[in-house]
């Protein structure tokens, strides 16, 4: 008996050397980061932004990989089914593990069981934007526009949380507008631009640029207070849609069954790098609010 227990308790020794082996070891190689969405987009800006970060601290490239469709199931569905070693990661958000669940009817992951989450980089909250060819100029002509003219509005969308947003505004403004998909909020946001589409939800940083030049219009914010980018924008709550709010957040997560060492790892490099004021400065230009999460305050 006290052999077998020796036995034991030599095995957990050597499984715990392992595991430390492998956390002092890696990356030994290249990893990938998969964007679940098209370039140009929030999700694509933060992951180029920690992954040259990750690159530099841990020497080893983090490669950007752009995977858009189906909301975001195409990418994250490749990470999922990924070998858990550390070396497939997703920059997911809350509609590749959050929304998709209740806007389809068959997603091809579980977005629990099937990752194992990392860290939230970033929290961002959305503008209403249209092509200035639209006869409204806020949020009640707007409103006022698409009751005259009931599904010939047509609003663009790049993935759940701009979805989501178009549909909680159709559904407390009570108007019928034509809701139009795109593989990202990059393509939707240039869709109107160029007049394809006249509505979309859009990033501030990505949207606030076009809006001064003169290309784009803003109706108003989708968050509880106005944006230090744009204050002469009025909320969107205080136009006429009271409570009314549409964010994404943004996140790192691994495959499952990735080693805890490799994700504790990570995850302590991505707290650190959110900490260094270059990148402070830049994801404040860009508009994002910067959280700092455990790997189990991200999968709370």
């Known amino acids: 008996m006290r052999m077998r227990g020796l036995g034991r308790a030599s095995l957990l020794v050597l499984a715990i050397a392992a595991a430390s082996a492998t956390a002092q070891s890696y990356p030994a190689r290249p990893v990938r980061i998969v964007v679940p969405f098209g370039p ?41 089914k990924s070998p858990p070693d550390g070396y497939t990661l997703v920059l997911a958000t809350n509609g590749t593990h959050g929304m998709n669940s209740s806007l389809f009817a068959k997603v091809p992951y579980d977005p629990v069981k099937d990752f194992a989450p990392i860290a939230r980089l970033a929290l961002q909250y959305f503008l209403l934007v249209s092509h200035p060819s639209l006869p409204a100029r806020s949020v009640k002509e707007l409103i006022q526009l698409a009751a005259a003219r009931p599904g010939q509005t047509a609003w663009a969308y790049g993935g759940a949380p701009t979805q989501l947003g178009a549909e909680l505004f159709r559904t407390e403004a009570k108007v019928n507008v034509l809701v139009v998909p795109y593989k990202g909020n990059a393509p939707a946001v240039t869709s109107v631009v160029s007049g394809e589409a006249q509505i979309v939800f859009g990033g501030i940083a990505h949207t606030g640029p076009q809006v001064r030049a ?62 260094l004021p270059d990148v402070q400065q830049r994801l404040r230009s860009e508009a994002f609010e910067t959280p700092a999460d455990t790997p189990e305050g991200l999968a709370a």
């Open 40 to 80: 140009g987009g929030p999700s694509d800006l933060l992951a180029r932004v920690f992954g040259q970060k990750l690159s530099e601290a841990l020497g080893q490239p983090f490669v950007i990989e752009n995977r858009g469709g189906a909301n975001g199931m195409v990418g994250a569905d490749i990470v999922a």
């Open 214 to 275: 003169g290309r784009l219009r803003a109706l108003g914010i989708a968050a509880a207070q106005r944006s230090e980018l744009l204050p002469e924008v009025p909320t969107i709550a205080e136009s006429g849609l009271p409570g009314f709010e549409v964010s994404a957040w943004y996140g790192l997560l691994a495959p499952p069954a990735t080693p805890r060492t490799i994700v504790n790892r990570l995850n302590g490099e991505t707290m650190r790098i959110l900490e």
